[in-house]
């Protein structure tokens, strides 16, 4: 059964999915019929070979340069930061956000060896410091814990300069929370980040 070990094995590796999880996958894949397995495995190898990064910045696209980035009714002067190309996604469901993004592929975390180096921040400081670039504000929209509050200082001090403006984007209460359910730390965040009505 080393066949099925392997499968198990490999849909274990995704992010969230454990042994059980692993399990009915390989499961579902085995007993569907030989055309949908087919569809699947061949989907994967497409998606393998044609998506790569955009050439600017540096979201999953199968060309070379992403929608986002080519679009010319986008606010070219507004740049959001985010860690992971899921990021863009969440931002764009908002409807909210219309400049083009940056994806850092990750965020610092000096306790697992992730440094300036191994994200794609050179990129991003090039981009911004580009001669004609006209970025006129950052919006720093990573997460909210440690590492990622690490991630927006160091960015918001080396991008810095008189012309762009650095922004973080708001934490705090959820629509529709109740104070009395809300943590502290996020309660506090809240008061601080308060904007005048």
């Not at 996020?186 to 005048?196: I, M, N, P, Y």
């Amino acid at each position: 059964m080393r066949s099925w070990e392997r499968i198990i094995a490999a849909f274990k590796r995704f992010p969230g999915i454990g042994p059980k999880q692993a399990e009915r996958m390989a499961l579902h894949l085995l007993r569907a019929p030989a055309a949908e397995s087919d569809e699947f495995l061949d989907a994967a190898r497409e998606a393998r070979s044609q998506i790569r990064s955009c050439g600017r910045c540096f979201n999953y696209t199968d060309r070379e340069v992403c929608s986002i980035c080519s679009d010319p009714a986008r606010d070219h002067g507004l740049l959001c930061v985010v860690e992971d190309p899921q990021d863009v996604g969440a931002v764009e469901r908002t409807r909210s956000f219309r400049g083009v993004y940056h994806v850092l592929h990750g965020r610092l975390s000096p306790l697992d060896g992730i440094g300036p180096e191994r994200l794609r921040v050179a990129e991003l400081v090039e981009r911004v410091k580009k001669p004609g670039a006209a970025i006129r504000e950052i919006v720093l929209a990573t997460d909210a814990d440690t590492e990622g509050e690490a991630t927006a200082l160091y960015l918001a001090q080396l991008l810095r300069g008189p012309s762009v403006k650095m922004t973080r984007i708001a934490q705090g209460v959820p629509l529709g929370g109740d104070l009395d359910y809300i943590d502290e730390r996020t309660l506090g965040q809240a008061v601080t980040c308060r904007r005048e009505l």
